[in-house]
């Protein structure tokens, strides 16, 4: 074992961040309120909630989801979403034949714009491991299981795409409306590791 | 680099459990690292595959310690003193006054950030090459360990895949990471199965990655 490259008294990242965020702040190179700008962006505007609009209007309107497939970036542009981390985003389609799932095995790149900031559970080591390699074990250790004719694809973000899921739409959602569906779709099926279930 | 980073395929990490009421940044300091690990890119005059390298550079300990946000954290702080917008040990020592410890902070060094040129913003580019390889073909990935960074994980090197997708073209991070120039590329999505990754015994399925096309020999 790799000793750790600090000494045992080497401060706590919350004192170090401070520090951080004060040399900073004396030099001007950093101002609070932008750091706040972005802070409250992530919390506040960017999320699922994003996402989810794509997927509800995607399942209500056959045109919008033909642009969608076809060009990701110009079809969520239409809702208004786009930015960083969304330079190029491709949309997968999840059928009950074809599963997709989403992973970055080098660092954890996600669809920011769509989905904001990534759950902890897509940063986990173990998750960035082993999904590209037993996925169907994995998820049905996350609580999705697939049927066995259901083949599974992998999609590694390892350049600039982002991949972004297109769920299945549920049974019995005929009557819903379009914000209706939109709040049945989970962060966690626009990655992959879940269905959305009505 | 082969280093902590390239996690695809490795073994002995366990399960992974969803937590469905987890907050967007689940204590302060994540929110102001992941606040100030996006400024630290411009700050110290270098890019997102930099910043990528930088998360690679750090030691395996550092890398896993304080999981991604603290990753963040030391990554940011490495990238600032590169470029010399702080003194080698300047953040340590101003969190340890900030804890009431009586230590003296090191003096400002000289900035010396990168130089080297962009072709525009963000990392999307057109070039005029014709691309290489087709949709549809067949290619090997390339077996090369480089010493810095890529964006070719371990688990893909030397396996045959078929192309499914061009991509738009981009700059490729093995140069930019290091400021050395653009050398945009154009990118394909390679598709493998998993019998080819990880042996005949392996559970069905397929996996997608994006390639640029050095990454790749026909076959």
Redesign the interface.
Known sequence: M?D???PDD???????????????VE?E??KTE???G??SR??NDV?PMNGAKVVAKAWVDPEFRKRLLENGVEACKELGFGGPQG??I?VVENTPEQHNVVVC????CYPWPLL??P???Y????????I???????LG???LDLPEKT???????????RYFILPSRPENTDGLSEEELALLVSR?AMVG?AVVKA | MDGIHDMGGMQGWGTVKIDPKEPVFSEDWHARTFALGLMSMGVSGTNLDAFRHSLERLHPMDYLGNGYYGRWLSCAEQLLVDSGILAPGAVEARARRIDGQDVEEPADVETHKPEYERGGAGSLREIADTPKFKVGQRVRASTIRKSGHTRLPAYIRGHAGVITALRPAAVLPDSTAHFTGEDAQHVYTVEFTSAELWGDDAEPSTLCIDLFESYMEPL
């Open positions: 790799t750790h490259p600090h080497y401060p706590s990242p919350q004192l170090r961040v401070e520090a951080l965020e004060a040399l900073l030099r190179l950093v932008m750091l706040d972005f802070i992530y919390v999320g330079e190029h491709v095995t080098l660092c954890s904001g900031l759950p902890d559970w940063k986990d080591p173990a998750y960035r491991a082993r590209v390699r037993e996925p169907r074990k994995l250790e996350m609580g083949k599974i694809r992998v999609w590694d973000s390892s350049a600039e795409n966690d590791v």
